[in-house]
Antibody
């Protein structure tokens, strides 16, 4: 059974930092692209960042470039998101999602339960 | 930038067919994917590559795509299908979501 468990969320002041983690199990982690997708309170889904299997390619949505860093440790079956210079608009639930990259497109086939990040003074 | 447009809400009675649309300029060339998100829960993939259904998803869920519009169809919608539904396509873009009410 594929399982993704996020942790590391919490309350942080504007300008602060947080590091999110995602523990993966039930599949060969090193062979899949991984992603972070977030959801602001009462809003829709927003893709944040992706990292390919070998970490050779990393992608970010424009609003987090230069502030967030995605990484992975294939030996520990873990995905991370280092978030610096946090803003109020970064508030939301952050989901870890497994990516599938096919000839027809890229999609997210399994999701974790999410971890809540609240940026507020 | 690329966008996907969904109706904000759709409402049906139990047993009726619910249709949720998603429009986007790239859909003639790219697959559409659909996610179901029940209140307080994580999204779940219900349709991939326009019309394929993961094995654990009930048969009443189906997908189609024609031109610039993709459609998620729930035949004989159940009360437990009440959720937000998001379409998704290329460039990691999501539609704004459609709230399906079944009552």
């Amino acid at each position: 059974e594929v399982k993704l468990v996020e942790s590391g969320g919490g309350l942080v002041k504007p300008g602060g930092s947080l590091r999110l983690s995602c523990a993966a199990s039930g599949f060969t982690f090193s062979t899949y692209n991984m992603n972070w997708v977030r959801q602001a309170p009462g809003k829709g889904l927003e893709w944040v960042s992706s990292i390919v299997t070998s970490t050779s390619y990393i992608y970010y949505t424009d609003s987090v470039k230069g502030r967030f860093t995605i990484s992975r440790d294939n030996a520990k079956n873990s995905l991370y998101l280092q978030m610096n210079s946090l803003r109020a608009e970064d508030t939301g639930v952050y989901y870890c999602a497994r990516g599938r990259d096919t000839a027809g497109g890229y999609y997210f086939d399994y999701w974790g339960q999410g971890t809540l990040v609240t940026v507020s003074s | 930038s690329y966008e996907l447009t969904q109706p904000p809400s759709v409402s049906v009675s139990p047993g009726q067919t619910a249709r949720i649309t998603c429009s986007g300029d790239a859909l003639p060339k790219k697959f559409a994917y659909w996610y179901q998100q029940k209140s307080g829960q994580a999204p779940v993939l219900v349709i991939y590559e326009d019309n394929k259904r993961p094995s654990e998803i009930p048969e009443r869920f189906s997908g189609s795509s024609s031109g610039t519009m993709a459609t998620l169809t729930i035949s004989g919608a159940q009360v437990e299908d009440e959720a937000d539904y998001y379409c998704h396509s290329t460039n990691r873009v999501f539609g704004g979501g459609t709230k399906l009410t079944v009552l």
